[in-house]
């Protein structure tokens, strides 16, 4: 059994859901939309197609293309820190072998059985441990400390394990 305190940041928070926005496909088509319309912009300005207002709103909106995700999921993982009650305070992660993973904070906790493990992520600063289609523990890779690798062998063993072949 290995346990971890973990306290939410809005940074690690705002990793995990910049890794989950931007991993999926719509993701990725949004920046090839405000690449498209930069180049776009550039290329009816070089045409003389439109002048240099015409494409200041090419580039403009490009920005905007690029930049709302961003700044959404900023204020979102702000905003998730100080109301969602699992993020806003100190929460005591237990892994277990036999039982999963259990989240113990201040008015709640929630069991999660290694069963309902369907994948886990690694993002630059977090954890993620899905255990349904848009459901996921996060954990910011600071607060591990030694706990790190025994804890994560755990989740690839019964990822494993889930993902082997049922006879």
């Given at each position: ?43 009816s ?15 403009i ?71 349904g289609?848009e ?33």
């Open positions: 059994m290995n346990k971890i305190t973990v306290r939410m940041t809005k940074e690690a928070l705002y990793d995990f859901l910049l890794y989950h926005a931007y991993s999926k496909f719509s993701g990725f088509l949004i920046n090839i939309l405000g690449f498209a319309v930069i180049f776009l912009g550039i290329f300005y070089a045409t003389k197609r439109t002048g240099a207002v015409g494409a200041a709103f090419y580039l909106a490009a920005v905007i293309f690029i930049g709302f995700t961003p700044m959404q999921l900023n204020m979102r993982a702000k905003k998730q820190v100080k109301i969602n009650p699992e993020y806003k305070g100190k929460v005591e992660y237990t892994f277990s072998e036999e039982d999963g993973i259990t989240a113990e904070w201040e008015g709640g906790g929630r069991h999660v059985d290694w069963t309902e493990v369907t994948r886990a992520v690694v993002a630059p600063k977090t954890i993620g441990i899905y255990y289609k459901q996921a523990l996060i954990f910011p890779k600071q607060d591990f400390g030694e706990e790190f690798l025994p804890v994560y062998q755990m989740i690839v063993r019964h990822l494993a394990a889930n993902s082997a072949p049922k006879e």
